[in-house]
């Protein structure tokens, strides 16, 4: 079954620091991974987009990282700010056809404090 | 980037009465366009994936008379909530492709019903 599971569920952090959020996922084949940030009461937006070929791709202070070998991947957060405090969302698109849906992970809930 | 717009931003109804949420992409034409529904601290659940000109396929447990989509053209879906009841409060996200789920999707920023 295709899946894709996040830790931690929520991170509080202060601001200025750094944090890692982590996604497993099983869906194979899949065509790419991303992450996406929504903020309460709002649609999510994309941060990164990453085929199966690469490692790591970076949007600011966010940087993704994938390892197709072990299917895991992770979004590092630089110099948290306020802002950042929203839901981060890992979605797993499978390999193959038009009509695919997009595997959803459950979310990381952050919030960055001051 | 693209950019999807959806009316209204939140609406509140009766129960019993029909609402109709609009999704468009204003740059860009999108042949496929997602219908989701999020409940608090859930993630998203795709309820229907619709393309220009043909009828929506819903997900399974998702009833495709209460739920209307109408796919009308490149740049515009809606989603017509029928004879809302409590339960059908949620937040309803429309996403648009430039072709499929495998592109990239832009999400709308979301619809808030609530059905008293």
């Known amino acids: 079954k295709n899946q894709v599971e996040q830790s931690p569920q929520s991170l509080i952090i202060l601001e200025g620091k750094n944090c890692t959020l982590q996604?497993?996922?099983?869906?194979?084949?899949?065509?790419?991974l991303r992450w996406y940030k929504q903020d309460t009461g709002r649609g999510p937006v994309s941060l990164t987009i990453?085929?199966?070929?690469?490692n790591t791709k970076s949007n600011g202070r966010y940087t993704a990282t994938l390892d197709a070998d072990t299917k895991q991947s992770s979004l590092h957060i630089t110099a948290s700010q306020l802002s950042d405090s929203a839901s981060y969302i890992c979605?797993?698109?499978?390999?193959?056809?038009?009509?695919?849906?997009?595997?959803f992970g459950t979310g990381t809930l952050l919030a960055v404090q001051p | 980037g693209a950019v999807v717009s959806q009316h209204p931003s939140w609406v509140i109804c009766k129960s019993g009465t029909s609402v109709k949420i609009e999704c468009r992409s204003l740059?860009?034409?999108?042949?496929?366009m997602f219908w989701y529904r999020q409940f608090p601290k859930q993630s998203l659940m795709l309820m229907a994936t619709?393309?220009?000109?043909?009828?929506?396929?819903?997900e399974q447990g998702v009833e495709k008379d209460k739920f209307l989509i109408n796919h009308a053209s490149l740049t515009l879906s809606t989603l017509t909530v029928t004879s809302a009841h409590p339960e059908d409060s949620s937040f309803y996200i429309c996403?648009?492709?430039?072709?499929?789920?495998?592109?990239?999707?832009?999400f709308g920023p979301g619809t808030r019903l609530t059905v008293t």
């Open positions: 996403s648009a492709s430039l072709s499929g789920g495998s592109y990239e999707q832009y």
């Open positions: 996604c497993n996922y099983t869906v194979s084949p899949f065509s790419n």
């Open positions: 990453m085929t199966f070929s690469e």
């Open positions: 979605v797993v698109s499978p390999y193959g056809g038009a009509t695919n849906k997009l595997i």
């Open positions: 740059d860009f034409q999108a042949t496929t």
């Open positions: 619709s393309n220009e000109g043909s009828k929506a396929t819903y």
